[in-house]
């Protein structure tokens, strides 16, 4: 259920992301951190925006979550997620030396999200 829910939260922040990158230009975000960041030759990945592998990231969460058989590559796409978002976070601060909110955000839903799946199957 957590995860269900900070994959929702998380689908949401990247629908947002996605349509102010490509649509609007403009993001809503405390301070600058969010222009630079979005403005960065880091903000694409195999030449796609960042929102997008999070769109893509957050939904495959959400539908894996209702099969079963699927948990471990469930775990295994929750795993890679929350190291993806360490290794932007770690960019963010000692690189690009700018901190986007909505970057943060979407890093914490995908931590919650492996801590919580890591624990579910500890307790197995």
Request: hydrophobic share 60%; with cysteine.
């Amino acid at each position: 259920m957590i995860i269900r829910i900070f994959s929702i939260i998380g689908l949401m922040i990247s629908l947002y992301l996605i349509y102010a990158y490509d649509f609007s230009k403009n993001i809503v975000c405390v301070g600058s951190g969010c222009e630079i960041v979005a403005n960065s030759s880091y903000s694409k990945f195999l030449n796609i925006s960042l929102p997008y592998w999070g769109f893509l990231f957050y939904l495959s969460v959400i539908i894996l979550t209702f099969i079963k058989k699927l948990e471990n590559l469930l775990l295994f796409i929750l795993v890679i997620g929350a190291v993806f978002s360490i290794y932007l976070t770690i960019v963010e601060l000692f690189i690009i030396k700018a901190v986007c909110m909505w970057c943060l955000l979407s890093a914490f839903c995908s931590w919650i999200m492996v801590i919580s799946a890591v624990l579910g199957n500890v307790k197995k």
